[in-house]
C-alpha cells in the first residue's frame, strides 16, 4: 500500500482550486478597494456585510447615517457594492462605505456614457448668468451657456447678465437632453452639454446648404460681438452675423444696424461642425471700392462727427464713407471733445487714403 505524501494533500486542498479560479482573492483587501458585498444583518446602529467570503464588514457611524437612503432599498441576502475604509479594525471587522462605492459607480457610469456618445435626460435645479446647475447620477452637474441649444439659448441685447439670469431662470424645473461633454472625477467637475445632442440634427440639415449661398434669416438675438440669426425656413439653424460682417463701415453695437425678429437676406461664408457663419455686409454694395473715385489727397472735405474712439474720431463723409481725425491732432482726447462735437459738422482736409484698409485719415482745417 503507498504511503501518501504531505505534498498530495496541498496541492489538492480545496483552497487550491479556489485561488487558482480567482487569484484576486489572494490579494489582502486595501483602503479604496471596491467589492460586492452581502447584507448580512441591519438595526439603526449598524450593518454588517460579508464581503466576498474575505471577512466581515462593518458599516456604522457618519458612513451608517449617509447610507440610510441606500439601506432602505437592502433587504438581508442582498448584495450591493462597498468601499474598504479600513481593512481591519480593533475589533477584527472590515470598515467600510456604501456612499463612496456609489459615488465610485456613478463616476464610472459618467465616463462610459462620455465614451459612448449616449443622451440622458436631466432636470434643471437652479441657474447663474454663466448657466444651468443640474445633477446627473446624484452628481453636481453644469451645462453652460454656450452649451445650450439654439431653443433654450438666452438672446439678449449687450450681452445683460440680469437679463441673461431672468432667461435662464425660465428653464429650471425643466427636462434637458444632454450628452457629457467633459468630466473629472478628482475635481468633482462635471460638465454636460443640449448643443451636443442637437447639434447632431443641425449638421444633417446644414447639408443642403453651401458657403455663397444667399438664405432669409431672422433675427433672433443680439450681444456685442455679433447677431444671432435663425434661418426662416428652418428655424432649428442658428448662426452668427458677426459684428465686422454686418456693415462696411465701422460699427460699435449691431443694434445700430438690426433689430430683433428682422427678417433679412445674409450670405453663408463659413459652414464648420455644426455652426454657421453669415454676412450682412456681403450683399451690400462696398462704398470702398469707389473711394479713390470721390476722394483724393489733400481735397476739403465737408463731414460730421459720429463718434470717438481710443484714436481719435470717427467723421461721416459722402458716399456711406467714414474717415479718422487722429487724437494726435488735438493733444489729448480731452482737447479733441473740446474742439469737435458729436453730431456737428466739420470741414476736414484729407492727408491719406487707403481704400484697401478701408483708411481716410483727416486733419481739422484751420
Not at 440639415?205 to 425656413?233: C, N, P, R, T
Not at 454694395?285 to 474712439?309: C, H, L, M, T
Not at 481725425?325 to 473740446?338: A, Y
Request: charged content about 30%; aromatic content about 6%; some cysteine.
Amino acid at each position: 500500500m503507498k504511503t501518501q505524501t504531505t505534498e498530495e494533500p496541498k496541492k489538492n486542498h480545496p483552497l487550491n482550486n479556489v485561488l487558482k479560479n480567482n487569484p484576486d482573492f489572494a490579494l489582502p483587501i486595501k483602503e479604496g478597494n471596491v467589492f460586492e458585498a452581502t447584507l448580512l444583518s441591519k438595526n439603526n446602529q449598524t450593518a454588517f456585510f460579508d464581503i466576498e467570503g474575505r471577512g466581515t464588514g462593518i458599516l456604522y457611524g457618519s458612513e451608517m447615517l449617509n447610507a440610510k437612503d441606500i439601506l432602505k432599498n437592502i433587504n438581508v441576502g442582498g448584495k450591493c457594492s462597498v468601499t474598504i475604509t479600513l481593512p481591519e479594525n480593533d475589533e477584527g471587522f472590515i470598515e467600510i462605505s456604501l456612499v463612496k462605492a456609489l459615488w465610485q459607480q456613478n463616476w464610472q457610469e459618467i465616463k462610459k456614457l462620455r465614451e459612448s456618445g449616449e443622451t440622458v435626460m436631466v432636470k434643471i435645479i437652479s441657474a447663474n448668468s454663466g448657466g444651468l446647475m443640474t445633477d446627473l447620477y446624484g452628481i453636481k452637474s453644469f451645462i453652460p451657456v454656450s452649451q445650450l441649444s439654439t431653443a433654450h439659448y438666452p438672446h439678449v441685447e449687450d450681452s445683460d447678465k440680469s437679463k441673461i439670469l431672468e432667461e435662464l431662470k425660465k428653464l429650471i424645473g425643466t427636462e434637458l437632453e444632454v450628452k457629457v461633454l467633459d468630466f473629472n472625477a478628482k475635481a468633482e467637475k462635471l460638465i454636460l452639454s443640449e448643443k451636443e445632442v442637437t447639434g447632431e440634427g443641425v449638421k444633417k440639415s446644414l447639408e443642403k446648404y453651401h458657403i455663397g449661398d444667399i438664405v432669409d434669416i431672422i433675427v433672433a438675438g443680439m450681444a456685442d460681438f455679433g447677431v444671432f440669426v435663425k434661418f426662416a425656413d428652418d428655424p432649428s439653424i442658428e448662426g452668427l452675423v458677426h459684428i465686422s460682417e454686418i456693415d462696411h463701415k465701422l460699427i460699435d453695437s449691431p443694434k445700430e444696424s438690426v433689430k430683433v425678429n428682422d427678417l433679412m437676406k445674409a450670405k453663408i461664408i463659413e459652414i464648420k461642425d455644426g455652426r454657421v457663419t453669415l454676412s450682412f455686409k456681403a450683399l451690400k454694395p462696398n462704398p470702398w471700392d469707389e473711394a479713390e473715385k470721390y476722394f483724393a489727397i489733400n481735397q476739403e472735405v465737408r463731414g460730421v462727427v459720429a463718434k470717438f474712439n481710443p484714436f481719435g474720431a470717427l467723421i461721416a463723409l459722402d458716399h456711406d464713407l467714414q474717415g479718422l481725425i487722429h487724437v494726435s491732432e488735438f493733444e489729448s482726447s480731452e482737447k479733441m471733445k473740446e474742439a469737435i462735437k458729436i453730431g456737428s459738422g466739420y470741414d476736414f482736409i484729407i492727408s491719406s487714403i487707403k481704400p484697401a484698409e478701408k483708411r481716410i485719415i483727416l486733419k481739422l482745417k484751420k
